[in-house]
């Protein structure tokens, strides 16, 4: 039963943008902290962003900051990963995650995250 979709991936110049979605049930993206992850083959997945089951953006990754953004929906059902200024050491796949733990809302490990997307490719080129 898929219960996390993920959508917006694609091949982007450096320097554009893409917007990933994540959609889910209220049950899931309203009681859960969300984050994004990425993983590019051969390496850890790696925690980008993360937001509280009230909504409130709560880690992003020092590599990120200023160019990422992390939201959700009035109706608790998507979340969003707006990337501005990619750039091509970000390819990789990007998964959502929702993880029932408070700690794991500040310090993202796949670990700590229990229900998982299939993943949306992300590719810039130079």
């Known amino acids: 039963q898929v219960q996390l979709v993920e959508s917006g991936g694609g091949s982007v110049q450096a320097g554009g943008s893409l917007r990933l979605s994540c959609a889910g049930s209220?049950?899931?993206?309203?009681?859960?902290?969300m984050a994004w992850f990425r993983q590019v083959p051969g390496k850890e997945r790696e925690g980008v962003a993360t937001i509280s089951p009230g909504g409130n953006p709560k880690y992003l990754h020092d590599s990120v900051k200023g160019r990422f953004t992390v939201s959700r929906d009035n109706a608790k059902t998507t979340v969003y990963l707006q990337m501005n200024s990619l750039r091509p050491e970000e390819s990789a796949t990007y998964y959502c995650?929702?993880?029932?733990?408070?700690?794991?809302?500040?310090?993202?490990?796949?670990?700590?995250?229990?229900?998982w997307g299939q993943g949306t490719q992300v590719t810039i080129s130079s």
């Open positions: 209220s049950d899931i993206l309203g009681h859960h902290c």
């Open positions: 995650a929702a993880g029932r733990g408070y700690s794991g809302c500040f310090n993202p490990t796949p670990a700590a995250y229990t229900i």
